[in-house]
């Protein structure tokens, strides 16, 4: 479930990658495999061999758009690691909209609008679930990468909006009681 919604987050901005590199598949064919890895088709160890030998779109890329679109793959294709990479794909995603549209001060925060508004009622909870970014010792919300510069940011609203749509629904279904 989370892979899928990760998979969604990444294939929209795919084409920021592909116009760079057109003739690059690793990307679009490591999002299939995130599709079926939430299909339950593929093996957890063969997929977290596969994203370390086909991992080098997003360090061949020149451009910083393109190159933050190709790690929203990545992160996208290595929720069979660990499910909260499903983060770090929709933050990098937002990432490359942002450097696409440097002009749009909202073009982030209106890619996290969609990122909560396409996610189904079982990946909020499954997301919920996740350490704060930055506070867990070890693993992709610990101190590193995710948690600094504007990729915290966008994991910290990210989260901030899980822990709204929690309360939304909360609220919702009180008057629904009454």
């Known amino acids: ?27 679009r064919n490591a999002i299939g495999r995130a599709r079926a890895f939430n299909r339950g088709e593929l093996d957890v160890a063969e997929e977290s061999r596969r994203r370390f030998r086909d991992g080098g779109a ?5 451009d910083l758009a393109a190159k933050a679109a190709a790690k929203a793959v990545g992160q996208a294709a290595a929720i069979s690691h ?15 909209v942002s450097l696409v549209e440097p002009d749009s ?5 209106e890619e996290i609008h969609w990122q909560l508004e396409h996610m189904s009622p079982a990946v909020a909870p499954a997301l919920r679930s996740l350490p704060a970014v930055g506070t867990n010792a070890s693993g992709p919300l610990g101190p590193g990468l995710l948690a600094r510069g504007i990729l915290g940011t966008i994991i910290r609203d990210l989260q901030a909006g899980l822990a709204n749509t929690q309360g939304q629904i909360r609220a919702e279904a009180s008057t629904q009681e009454v």
């Open 1 to 27: 479930m989370v892979s899928g919604w990760a998979a969604d987050c990444a294939e929209r901005v795919l084409g920021i990658f592909e116009a760079q590199a057109p003739g690059d598949r690793r990307p």
């Open 58 to 62: 997003a360090r061949e890329a020149s």
């Open 105 to 109: 001060s909202d073009a982030a925060r």
């Open 82 to 96: 660990m499910g909260a990479h499903a983060l770090g794909a929709a933050a990098y995603a937002a990432t490359a």
